[in-house]
């Protein structure tokens, strides 16, 4: 691995229906993100966390659980996904000696 | 409240030169980044501002005034490969980022 990888890079899914995304990163960053991006709006904070064992809500954080269990996992979970979590999903992990965020590939979702 | 204004889109001859703007209200600043994000693509890093001045990478600078709220992104020699949406951040008081909504750039031929 080099970086972050997303799985899975896409997904339809049912309204009501339970989704784990996952992110993994090998650059042992401490802090991580996930955002949505929708067409016309800038990147939104959905969860964070600042180390492992800790979590953060961000800006849009109702529907949406993360967990930190260590370091390269942060993992997305929709407990009942709805057609309004149709979008684009960024997981980024953050350097802490520069303050850049690095972003994996995304995953598609689609909510139906 | 938080705010950041960019050009929802900007249209560009290749070989030219393009100037995107980005002004800011933030609780706190701590910084602030540009990304480049091709279609269908993740953002990726192009520049950081901390201080007042003109930060110089290549074909790309990016400026910053902090008593302004005002940030630009210069692009020289523009490239095809330079249609992107570039999307501007600041580094808030919490070390989160707050993020434009980007600005499309198109590149003609």
């Known amino acids: 691995i080099a970086g972050i990888t997303q799985a899975p890079t896409s997904q339809i899914l049912a309204a009501g229906r339970r989704m784990t995304l996952r992110c993994t990163q090998d650059?042992?960053?401490?802090?991580m993100y996930w955002y949505r991006q929708d067409l016309g709006l800038g990147l939104r904070l959905i969860h964070y966390?600042?180390?492992?064992?800790?979590?953060g809500k961000g800006e849009v954080p109702d529907g949406y659980s993360v967990s930190r269990a260590n370091t390269d996992d942060f993992p997305l979970t929709l407990a009942s996904a709805v057609p309004s979590q149709t979008s684009v999903y960024f997981c980024?992990?953050?350097?802490?000696?520069?303050?850049?965020?690095?972003f994996g590939p995304g995953t598609r979702l689609t909510v139906l | 409240g938080q705010n950041i204004d960019q050009p929802t889109e900007m249209t560009a001859t290749e070989g030219a030169i393009v100037q995107i703007n980005c002004t800011y209200q933030t609780s706190g600043f701590n910084g602030l980044f540009w990304y480049q994000q091709h279609a269908g693509e993740a953002p990726t890093f192009l520049s950081y501002?901390?201080l007042d001045g003109l930060e110089e990478k290549g074909r790309f600078s990016s400026f910053l005034s902090r008593s302004k709220g005002y940030s630009y992104l210069l692009l020289k020699e523009l490239q095809m490969k330079d249609s992107a949406s570039y999307l501007c951040?600041?580094?808030?008081?919490?070390?989160?980022?707050?993020w434009g909504a980007g600005t499309k750039l198109i590149i003609k031929p």
């Open positions: 951040a600041v580094l808030d008081s919490n070390y989160q980022l707050i």
């Open positions: 501002n901390v």
């Open positions: 650059m042992r960053h401490n802090a």
């Open positions: 966390s600042n180390t492992a064992g800790t979590t």
């Open positions: 980024a992990s953050r350097n802490r000696e520069t303050d850049t965020q690095y």
